[in-house]
């Protein structure tokens, strides 16, 4: 029997979503390597301080198959579903969708009854995504006013265009591709938008077969250094924003939560002149769209000795930025630096002149800093979640089997820590929170009722 209200963890603004009660669980996508005959895994975290369990695993769902390189997921229904024109205001958030990035089967998991025991309720299969979409490796979800989007890396013989999909919101049955006029657009990666100026970001990485070996040295100026702007109800391209050849790897997008801004932060991972990472800032000018570079993280100087091979003869670590987040209050900016094994906090209230106001250093290429519960890492502060306050900040710290082998080779141990956030800027490690996975990799965190990064709003 549906619900004739709409569902109490929507919220008409970002305002709102910050005054909602604290997450008591996290889920989190967990990965086991191409030499590991055990399935993937979605689990359960306990993030509620008073519970005896905290900190600790207390769910997990195995998936049906092995070797999905399980990575970004997504609600089926949020926020946006509270937008004048959406068509489906008694939605839940109930089911999460969860692609595999190698085996492109998409697995939609019900969190409910129980929320610490998650079900299989479907799976979609690569071949049926191919046939209805023509795309695979499946790769981000977002829960949207008119549909779930998801978006695929590229073809099913691994070459380009990688694109954008719809699911069906009730079925979840793949719709077929998104784009009507795609442009000179080739590569994907991540996409959002601006429902209220009815314009969707894309970024590109790279195809298949360009990333899924690992990062290869003699496609670095191939790989993505563009943004794509696109007409989001007319579902035509309308700008390419060239970052430049050498800004390698334009990854993850998070726009302004205030619907009436028009500008948000995009990460690049490496810069081919100098190993740099950077953040940009895009934003409209008259009439059209133009980024610019808001923050720069140098590379740090290392011996040989302490780098692999991939990185002997450049005798530095690069800070290897993956993934950015921003706060619900447009206020803070989180920049993990994959590499250096350092979380950055900005106060990006001018989003043109972002602040230093934190920073933790766990893990890292050559750093290996510990945790106060843990000794010293491997891996280094990847994905970043952010609580709907704004008050606390899970990390995990895999970012893609390939790529974890050829930037930590001796192995690449998984953790999830939290750390908590000054509301006026800084940052310290929860020492309590710190969840190791024995063999496995952690990935995307999504946190009960929503969180920073899994919902858009249509309301100020």
Request: proline share 10%.
């Amino acid at each position: 029997m549906p619900s004739w209200k709409p569902d109490p963890t929507f919220y008409p603004s970002a305002r709102m979503a910050m005054e909602a009660e604290p997450e008591e669980l996290a889920y989190v996508a967990v990965l086991n390597t191409a030499d590991d005959p055990r399935p993937d895994a979605l689990c359960v975290l306990d993030t509620d301080p008073a519970s005896s369990t905290y900190a600790q695993v207390v769910g997990r769902l195995d998936m049906p198959g092995v070797g999905d390189e399980l990575h970004h997921f997504g609600w089926n229904a949020c926020s946006s579903a509270l937008c004048p024109y959406a068509p489906h205001p008694h939605v839940e958030r109930r089911y999460l969708l969860v692609p595999g990035l190698r085996s492109s089967r998409i697995h939609v998991i019900d969190t409910k009854p129980d929320p610490r025991a998650p079900t299989l309720t479907k799976v979609i299969e690569a071949d049926e995504l191919a046939r209805r979409t023509g795309y695979s490796r499946p790769h981000t979800s977002h829960c949207g006013p008119e549909g779930v989007y998801m978006n695929g890396l590229g073809r099913p013989d691994g070459d380009g265009p990688g694109g954008i999909f719809l699911l069906d919101h009730d079925s979840f049955e793949p719709l077929g591709q998104w784009e009507v006029d795609r442009g000179p657009q080739h590569l994907a990666y991540d996409f959002w938008w601006h429902l209220g100026h009815d314009t969707m970001l894309t970024s590109e990485w790279g195809t298949p077969n360009m990333v899924e070996d690992g990062l290869n040295p003699e496609l670095l100026g191939s790989y993505g250094h563009q943004l794509h702007v696109w007409d989001l109800r007319k579902r035509r391209h309308v700008q390419a924003i060239d970052l430049g050849p050498e800004q390698q790897m334009v990854l993850e997008l998070r726009p302004a939560h205030d619907p009436r801004k028009s500008y948000g932060f995009v990460g690049v991972v490496v810069s081919t002149a100098d190993l740099s990472a950077s953040v940009w800032t895009w934003f409209q000018s008259n009439g059209s769209w133009d980024v610019r570079k808001v923050i720069e993280i140098p590379a740090e100087p290392a011996h040989a000795d302490q780098l692999p091979p991939a990185l002997k003869p450049f005798g530095a670590v690069p800070p290897l930025v993956t993934d950015i987040d921003l706060t619900l209050d447009d206020r803070f900016l989180y920049v993990s630096c994959w590499g250096t094994g350092e979380l950055r906090q900005y106060d990006v209230s001018d989003p043109f002149a972002p602040v230093l106001v934190g920073s933790v250093r766990l893990g890292g290429i050559t750093g290996r800093a510990p945790h106060p519960a843990s000794g010293p890492l491997s891996g280094g502060p990847q994905m970043v979640e952010v609580s709907r306050d704004g008050r606390r900040v899970y990390l995990t710290n895999s970012l893609y089997a390939s790529w974890d082998a050829q930037f930590y080779p001796e192995g690449l141990d998984g953790w999830v820590v939290k750390l908590d956030a000054d509301p006026t800027g800084g940052l310290s490690v929860d020492p309590d929170f710190f969840v190791p996975f024995d063999g496995e990799r952690p990935h995307q965190v999504r946190l009960q009722g929503g969180d920073a990064s899994s919902d858009s709003y249509c309301f100020p």
